[in-house]
């Protein structure tokens, strides 16, 4: 199947009702697909979806895709971005994690063979674990704990990986891997234990915003509008990947710190707490194979994008 584009195509979407998941599906619906969303809502929410009820062809399902998955009718892709994706989630949720991902990731694609449908599978930058190498290319295999607490979503995301691939070798399911870096934006959740809604949180009430270590770990954070059109790119391209998506632009924690107190204009300071176990030192995609082979690349500075997000900050806490 070759798809120059996705207007009039079918697009059954695991998750979506999700931060990433919605954004994604106000994607998809913009540029003329029918898209299904299916989503148990352990973490996702409708509110996401709200402006998209009522939209022809959109349809939601409140289901959990560990079980029998069937939709009916023409199916022309399946996007697999149904998982707990915050330390807090995964570790309130640890089997439901391992679950979505390998039983999970099992029916979603038992239904794109079924289907004859493309299959996108959302992996993750935590496949490579803490790593030695910097910035991480697909290439390199990761330095992951897998018995240690945030081995439930590493290693989940590795199986996925591992039998997607399988799936495409022995049965010729078209396969797309994008492994996603840190991304923040609007509809991200107060309380999901990443940096920027904490800190975020924190400035706005004028409260010293929390830093977990001495801070000099990097991170590399992508606009959510980045990275939804790096998903788009990689799923109607011919590349199977993994191909990394993300911004290739590292920040230190205390670097990024700084820029979100510039943003709400308040400067409480920091304060420093114990740092998670496993909590990796730097993260940053090498992103080399996604400019070839989607011509894609991360536009959105972060300062840009941290003053598109802050309205949504405001408005969650009643600012």
């Known amino acids: 199947m070759v798809y120059a584009s996705v207007q009039g195509k079918h697009a059954v979407v695991l998750g979506g009702a999700g ?13 003329g697909a029918r898209v299904t969303v299916i989503d148990n809502l352990i973490t996702g929410r409708t509110d996401n979806l709200d402006q998209l009820f009522g939209e022809p062809g959109f349809v939601f399902v409140q289901y959990d895709v560990t079980n029998y998955l069937h939709v009916g009718g023409e199916v022309d892709f399946v996007i697999h971005f149904a998982s707990p994706a915050s330390p807090v989630d995964y570790l309130t949720w640890p089997i439901q994690t391992m679950k979505v991902g390998s039983l999970g990731t099992h029916k979603a694609l038992g239904l794109a063979r079924a289907k004859g449908a493309r299959f996108l599978l959302a992996s993750t930058s935590e ?6 190498v910097n910035p991480q290319p697909e290439t390199y295999w990761g330095n992951v704990n897998p018995i240690g607490p945030r ?6 995301k590795r199986f996925s990986e591992a039998i997607s691939l399988a799936y495409h070798r022995q049965h010729g399911v078209e396969v797309r891997i994008a492994r996603i870096f840190n991304t923040y934006g609007p509809r991200m959740r107060l309380k999901d234990g990443r940096a920027i809604p904490a800190f975020f949180a924190s400035a706005l009430k004028n409260e010293p915003l929390p830093i977990h270590g001495d801070g000099t770990q990097t991170r ?21 990947g993994p191909v990394n998506i993300g911004n290739d632009q590292e920040v230190t924690i205390l670097d990024l710190a700084a820029a979100v107190q510039d943003v709400v204009g308040l400067h ?5 707490h114990p740092r ?4 990796p030192t730097v993260r940053c995609p090498e992103t080399s194979l996604a400019r070839k082979e989607l011509d894609w ?3 959105i500075p972060l300062l840009a994008g941290l003053e598109r997000t802050v309205g949504w900050f405001r408005d969650q806490m009643g600012f």
């Open 19 to 31: 931060f990433l998941g919605s954004h994604l599906c106000d994607r998809l619906v913009g540029m």
């Open 127 to 132: 496949v490579y674990g803490d790593p030695l």
């Open 276 to 279: 998670p176990v496993d909590d």
């Open 151 to 156: 081995g439930v979503y590493d290693e989940a």
């Open 297 to 299: 690349h991360a536009e």
């Open 268 to 272: 409480p300071g920091v304060e420093f």
């Open 220 to 240: 590399s954070l992508c606009y959510v509008e980045d990275l939804i059109g790096g998903i788009v790119s990689l799923l109607i391209s011919d590349c199977t």
